[in-house]
């Protein structure tokens, strides 16, 4: 057991603390308070992990936990996951949130730039409520062996029955099945779409044929959109809004040119496009790239507005060589001009999508991010290229968790 007294936020929502010269990563404290903690790994040298036991001199930022399951008079092993920032009020989380992006641009991108991370507008995200609840509109929750349903606890895969979701919309809040048991099951995903009705989907870990995987809608603003049920869509009921109108805003409309080689990389089934096309009209070109076949499908779909749209399937890694090999003088110039939205999953973009990407030396590229560390460090590459950071907001897509979401602009300099 020690006495530990939090110093910072690190990146993955955990404070930092020092004990005889070790760093000490310690679950559940604000930095700023004296908590009591137990060590759960000593494996390794230069750093411990530790769980708060007891909060010893509290942060005037506690708040009693949003979620009674996850708050830190339980046992820790007993403590739900995925709300590990439910016990620090609102403001002070984002204020957190904005640290860990400051920090990591500085530390892995080699720049200072102030960052605040602004809450959902409220009229973007109807029946969200402003203390970090009420926004998820999908959620996975697990079945034990004895078919017992709820979340995994925090840092770990023990399902831990719960009397309430309340980080779920209020439709899904009253969906889930939190006092049946589902003997068989492996997990319940449940969806809230925002043009559909809310559903409950028992899985028993077989993924269901291609073919026969129901379709729904999500409306944004008076567009809609296909989107298979278990495929991927923004969770936060006002995060595809929020995108849509932070995307569409931070093209640099001096820099866009509608009939360019413009790019929506992991493009799922096209909201980014759909932004950018809101703004610049009918006869903008696009091209989005998505691995996923059915996704690329709904995209094509979704974009029937644009004339100039086209969906592909690939792997942005594979489509940008095979670009590279097959672009003439003619394309390659409308791609120098070319706005490259890119969207990639938590991992980021990486070295060799970076280096491809600056290849083609697009004028402008917007990166949405949901890592701080992956965005720093792929922004850290780009400046190498010649392209540096303009622009860059951030939203609290996540309430309630360390999770944040990042929107930035890079332009070519030289
Ligand atoms: C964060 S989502 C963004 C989707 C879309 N921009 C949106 O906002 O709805 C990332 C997408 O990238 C796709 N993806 C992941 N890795 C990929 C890769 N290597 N190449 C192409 N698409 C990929 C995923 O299937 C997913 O649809």
């Known amino acids: 057991m020690l006495e530990l007294e939090a110093e910072r936020i690190a990146h993955g929502g955990i404070a930092v603390a020092h004990h005889e010269g070790r760093v000490v990563f310690v679950a559940d404290a604000i930095p700023g308070e004296r908590v009591l903690a137990r060590v759960t790994d000593d494996g390794h040298d230069r750093f411990w992990r530790a769980d708060t036991l007891e909060v010893l001199e509290a942060s005037p930022d506690r708040v009693p936990h949003v979620w009674a399951e996850a708050s830190v008079d339980r046992a820790p092993e007993r403590r739900a996951g995925g709300a590990e920032f439910g016990h620090i009020a609102p403001v002070r989380q984002r204020a957190l949130k904005a640290e860990v992006l400051r920090d990591a641009l500085s530390r892995f991108g080699g720049i ?3 960052v605040l991370v602004r809450a959902v507008d409220p009229a973007l995200a109807p029946g969200v409520r ?214 990639p999953p938590r991992s980021g973009a990486g070295r060799e999508v970076v280096d491809r990407i600056a290849a083609l030396r697009p004028r402008q590229l917007v990166y949405v991010a949901c890592d701080p560390v992956a965005l720093a460090r792929d922004v850290g590459l780009l400046r190498q290229h010649g392209y540096e950071l303009e622009h860059l907001e951030a939203f609290d897509l996540f309430p309630s968790t360390h999770h944040v979401e990042a929107v930035a602009r890079l332009a070519a300099i030289v």
């Open 112 to 114: 200072e730039h102030e």
């Open 130 to 343: 402003a203390d970090g609840t009420g926004w998820r509109t999908r959620m996975r929750l697990h079945v034990a062996e004895d078919g017992t349903v709820g979340p995994y606890a925090a840092r770990s895969h023990t399902v831990v029955p719960v009397a309430s979701v309340p980080l779920a919309v209020d439709a899904l809040a009253a969906l889930a099945p939190l006092a049946d048991r589902f003997p068989g099951a492996v997990s319940i995903d449940l969806i809230a779409p925002s043009g559909d009705f809310a559903q409950l989907v028992v899985s028993d870990g077989e993924r269901m044929p291609r073919g026969e995987r129901p379709v729904t809608t999500e409306i944004v603003g008076d567009r809609s959109f296909s989107v298979d049920r278990d495929g991927f869509w923004q969770v936060h009921r006002g995060a595809a809004a929020t995108l849509t109108e932070a995307v569409r805003d931070a093209v640099d409309a001096d820099r866009f040119d509608p009939r360019a080689a413009n790019l929506d990389l992991y493009g799922g089934v096209g909201l980014l496009a759909a932004a950018v096309g809101d703004r610049f009209g009918d006869t903008m070109r696009i091209t989005s790239v998505e691995a996923d076949e059915r996704a690329t499908a709904h995209a094509g779909a979704n974009l029937a507005d644009w004339v100039g749209a086209r969906a592909v399937t690939a792997r942005v890694d594979r489509f940008l060589v095979q670009l590279e090999s097959d672009a003439g003088a003619g394309e390659r110039a409308r791609l120098r001009d070319a706005t490259v939205v890119l969207d």
